[in-house]
């Protein structure tokens, strides 16, 4: 059974920096498509970035573009987000997933099937 598991949030000042680790264990996470998605209190689950099995293509909301790097060591089974210039609009639980479709980019939550418990990220002002 494949399971992920986040880690690397905390609390930051705006203009700081964190890098999330997202570990897959169960199964080689090079058969996946992997994404990152966010869910900031009151609001609906967002999606953040994905990159593709071979860490070859990814894309990215808007919002982040400039800002977060979605990368991936498969030899690792790890998934990485490394956010920098973090603004308090940052603030949410941010969540790792798994895609069975190694090319999917998402960006819908239906698309991806298997999804870890989340690690709060939150940007003071």
């Known amino acids: 059974q494949v399971q992920l598991v986040e880690s690397g949030g905390g609390s930051v000042q705006a203009g700081g920096s964190l890098r999330l680790s997202c570990v897959v264990s169960g199964h080689t996470a090079s058969s996946f498509a992997m994404g990152w998605f966010r869910q900031a209190s009151g609001k609906e689950r967002e999606f953040v970035a994905s990159?593709?099995?071979?860490?070859?293509?990814?894309s990215y909301t808007d919002s982040v573009k400039g800002r977060f790097t979605i990368s991936r060591d498969n030899d690792k089974n790890t998934l990485y987000l490394e956010m920098n210039r973090l603004k308090p609009e940052d603030t949410a639980v941010y969540t790792c997933?798994?895609?069975?479709?190694?090319?999917?980019?998402?960006?819908?939550?239906?698309?991806?099937?298997?999804w870890g418990p989340g690690t709060q990220v939150t940007v003071s002002s």
């Open positions: 990159i593709i099995w071979a860490g070859t293509r990814k």
């Open positions: 997933a798994a895609s069975r479709h190694p090319y999917g980019l998402g960006p819908s939550q239906g698309d991806f099937d298997v």
